[in-house]
């Protein structure tokens, strides 16, 4: 939020500058005579009245605050709002309003600017599409970079992670290859700065694509396979680069065949003998280190549910007897409430410690437990708890207890009786793909709150449980404001 407010009172300050400059450069021209009929003369012999203001100064100002408006849009809604859930079909959409936005308003600047030429929209809006595209670029790319350093770099939950990993590596490379670019430029070795610009992104792109990407598959799939998804990526790549730079500006040697590719041969056959010297050299180490960590991560959940477990058959006993009560008594919703709670019960001890389960069961333990916890609070009209669990049969399997720790984690910090609450669940399949949001309030525990002493243990070993269960078949994404708390969850499931 802080960052956010930095960027509007910057952005802000600078649209003002630009605006005030434009303006006094128009108050300092049409005080001199001189200049003001030079300007108006071409107007004067077509029988026009040169107006410096409506042909120069107000479409220049539309131009800095369609910049400033597409900026806030794009900046303070639409990446905060759908980059982190991953809807990408809205942001897709307002991100081409935006460019759409950005081509109009540079084709109508232009036809007044060139008033004298007699443009219609359309010759404007052609025109000015490569000008417009790069003010696009400019934005969508900061905004999409900064959304990305504060996730995968700033937030503690994800800085280990494999993408976290990818874009520290790409900061870094871009850093230094701004940095030896600008070097180039500045001391006048313009000619190799050309080199620079087009080699090392080109290079890089196609290195982090083989490492990461294509080399992991090859070890599961096969040479064939592996070569033709090369040699598509790598042209895809590089003609990538060269349409890129045809649109958005001139450069020698991107413009030019003859020269680019012997550049994009020599670059891509770096690149994939680097990759794979890299790959070579971590691959041991990463197998120990994952073997290592599978291993402790196995004593530790053996050690924490020998340390959990009690005698269930006294508890078993205990149940049946005070559902006999209820029922005698007719209590129906405390039968109710103690027959779910013993479905649950052996939930946990017969298939709890379990490798891998059925997904219905597991989602049969969610819909126990929210039912449980909607019995608790029927009788309050302050909490609204919405459950959209899909009814699609899933035949896949799923270690067991990895969902429940985040809506446990929703009804204990996100139902106050005095203030108004809600929890929305949401379950759902796209092939092997597992989908599962929880959106909930939060509410401040009291001291006297039994629940408040309690730390975040569940959910520190549900992370931990995916990273060594799911390595890179899984995305966990956690949102906290002051007032509500986003879990978004996606795994790859096992057949």
């Known amino acids: 939020m802080k960052l956010r407010k930095i960027e509007f009172w910057a952005a802000t300050l600078i649209a003002l500058f630009s605006i005030y400059i434009f303006i006094n450069n128009a108050l300092t021209l049409t005080s001199q005579p001189q200049d003001m009929d030079v300007l108006s003369k071409p107007f004067r012999e077509k029988g026009l009245i040169y107006d410096h203001w409506q042909y120069v100064t107000f479409p220049d100002i539309s131009l800095v605050l369609a910049i400033y408006f597409s900026f806030l849009f794009l900046n303070g809604y639409v990446f905060p709002k759908y980059q982190f859930v991953k809807k990408w079909n809205w942001l897709g959409f307002w991100s081409l309003v935006t460019f759409i936005f950005l081509a109009c308003c540079t084709a109508t600047s232009f036809r007044y600017q060139h008033i004298l030429n ?17 003010i696009f670029l400019v934005l969508f790319f900061y905004g999409a970079a900064k959304t990305l350093i504060q996730f995968y770099l700033l937030d503690q939950t994800q800085s280990q992670t494999l993408k976290a990993k990818i874009l520290r590596e790409f900061v870094v490379v871009f850093s230094l290859w701004a940095l030896v670019l600008f070097v180039l430029i500045f001391t006048g070795n313009g000619s190799f700065g050309l080199v620079w610009l087009t080699i090392v992104p080109l290079g890089y792109f196609i290195y982090a694509l083989n490492l990461y990407w294509l080399i992991p598959g090859f070890q599961k799939k096969g040479r064939m396979l592996y070569l033709s998804r090369l040699s598509i990526s790598i042209l895809g790549i590089c003609f990538s680069f060269f349409v890129f730079f045809q649109i958005v500006g001139p450069n020698r040697i991107a413009a030019d065949p003859d020269a680019f590719i012997p550049l994009a041969i020599v670059s891509s056959v770096i690149a994939v003998s680097f990759s794979w010297f890299v790959y070579s050299q971590n691959k041991q180490q990463l197998q120990q280190l994952y073997t290592l960590k599978t291993e402790l991560g196995k004593s530790s959940a053996d050690l924490s549910f020998l340390r959990s477990q009690i005698n269930p058959h006294f508890l078993f006993n205990v149940l049946n007897t005070l559902y006999g009560t209820a029922i005698q008594e007719n209590a129906e919703r405390t039968s109710e409430g103690i027959q779910k709670l013993g479905d649950m019960m052996r939930f946990m001890l017969y298939e709890n410690n379990l490798d891998l389960i059925p997904v219905a069961r597991e989602i049969e333990y969610l819909k126990d437990y929210i039912h449980l916890q909607k019995l608790r609070l029927a009788r309050s009209e302050q909490v609204v708890v919405e459950v959209n669990i899909s ?38 399949f796209e092939g092997n793909r597992l989908e599962f949001d929880i959106h909930n309030s939060i509410h401040a525990k009291t001291e006297t709150d039994p629940e408040s002493e309690h730390g975040g243990i569940g959910l520190e070993n549900v992370k931990q449980r995916l990273q060594l269960l799911y390595p890179r078949r899984h995305e966990l994404t956690i949102r906290q404001s002051q007032m509500e708390y986003f879990v978004h969850i996606s795994i790859i499931l096992e057949p």
């Open 391 to 428: 009814d699609v049969p899933c035949h896949h399997s799923i270690a067991p207890m990895l969902l429940i720790p985040f809506v446990e984690n929703a009804f204990k910090h996100g139902i106050s009786f005095l203030n108004k609450s809600w929890i929305n669940v949401s379950l759902g």
């Open 118 to 134: 007699n443009p219609n929209f359309l010759e404007g809006f052609i025109h000015n599409l490569p000008l417009a595209v790069q």
